[in-house]
């Protein structure tokens, strides 16, 4: 709706101007326009509001340790902690999606009768098990420009990570991988085969590079690496 896209729109006037016209919808003539507007504007807010509103004040008291490092007027970037889903599976566990609300609720920053019209949501996801940043929308605008940022790769995401063991990687690699939704498996490989499909394939690049090597005993070294990708535990099996 064209409200959605810009908050200071007059929805009256636009009502009134269409009133003016002759509306025909499955072969019916629609008399009133704004009379149609209110009912279903009614009935969507009575049936989004009841289970958001529910899941939001629920996660926003369950889920413990979630620490906002930046927030403005549009966003909210978010340290996510283990064990917490970025959205909502199929399992319907709550995520930090509906603490994003929960907290915007909480605060006052949006109130129940906004949710029609925009709904916050996190705009970059991260695995179950890893922790880290977590960029939140509080406004379509907030939404709109984040999500264009990481579309065309204007936003970079760096990862951290503990090896054991030790490491001759460090530089820009590339590589090509294939998903198997069936088996929810990623294959990865160097080179294609003259037997694979290119189309079946994305190419994929990282940079790694060893940021500090902690000696534990004579064999086995603690080696942090920055992965420039989120295919970060693929990418350690394929470089062992």
């Not at 995520?95 to 916050?120: A, K, Q």
């Not at 579309?151 to 970079?156: C, K, P, T, V, W």
């Not at 929810?184 to 994305?202: G, R, S």
Request: glycine share 4%; aromatic share 10%.
């Amino acid at each position: 709706m064209l409200c959605d896209y810009n908050d200071g729109i007059n929805w009256r006037k636009i009502v009134k101007t269409l009133n003016k016209y002759d509306y025909i919808v499955d072969e019916n003539k629609l008399d009133d326009v704004e009379e149609t507007y209110n009912k279903f504007k009614n009935e969507t807010e009575a049936g989004v509001n009841n289970t958001l509103i529910s899941n939001a004040t629920t996660a926003y008291e369950k889920i413990k340790g979630v620490d906002i490092v930046y927030e403005d007027d549009n966003i909210v970037i978010m340290n996510k902690p283990q064990n917490v889903l970025s959205q909502m599976a199929d399992n319907n566990e709550l995520s930090l999606n509906e603490w994003l609300l929960g907290y915007m609720l909480n605060t006052n920053i949006l109130c129940e009768s906004d949710i029609v019209h925009f709904r916050p949501s996190v705009l970059n996801r991260l695995d179950k098990n890893t922790t880290g940043m977590v960029i939140g929308s509080k406004t379509n605008l907030g939404a709109i420009t984040i999500s264009e940022l990481l579309r065309n790769r204007n936003m970079h995401k760096f990862y951290l990570t503990i090896v054991y063991g030790k490491s001759k990687y460090n530089g820009i690699y590339k590589a090509f991988h294939t998903k198997n939704s069936a088996t929810n498996t990623v294959l990865i490989k160097d080179t294609l085969d003259i037997n694979d499909n290119p189309e079946d394939y994305n190419e994929i690049i990282t940079g790694i590079k060893t940021l500090n090597v902690l000696k534990l005993n004579n064999d086995i070294d603690i080696i942090a690496l920055i992965h420039h990708y989120h295919y970060i535990y693929i990418w350690i099996l394929f470089f062992e």
